[in-house]
């Protein structure tokens, strides 16, 4: 039974799409999120947020650091 879940954290821990330090794709930065709170942060004011939003290499030059910290409570 130990085995079992030893395997299964093994094989989780390859199941990440970044490791630190890595580019967000293209794909990824374009895909739509809705905001839920504070959409009045949103640099182009319509209530959804992408990254590529904060990409100074299209939009127009202006960069940002983004510090994403996400939390899940089980």
């Known amino acids: 039974m ?7 954290i093994i094989l989780m821990s390859f199941s990440f799409a970044y490791e630190v330090g890595e580019t967000i794709s293209m794909a990824h930065q374009n895909q739509d999120f809705s905001i839920c709170y504070a959409p009045e942060l949103d640099p182009n004011n319509d209530g959804v947020f992408n990254f590529s939003e904060y990409n100074g290499d299209l939009n127009g030059g202006q960069y940002y650091v983004i510090f994403l910290e996400m939390m899940a409570t089980w």
């Open 2 to 8: 130990v085995k079992k879940y030893f395997i299964m």
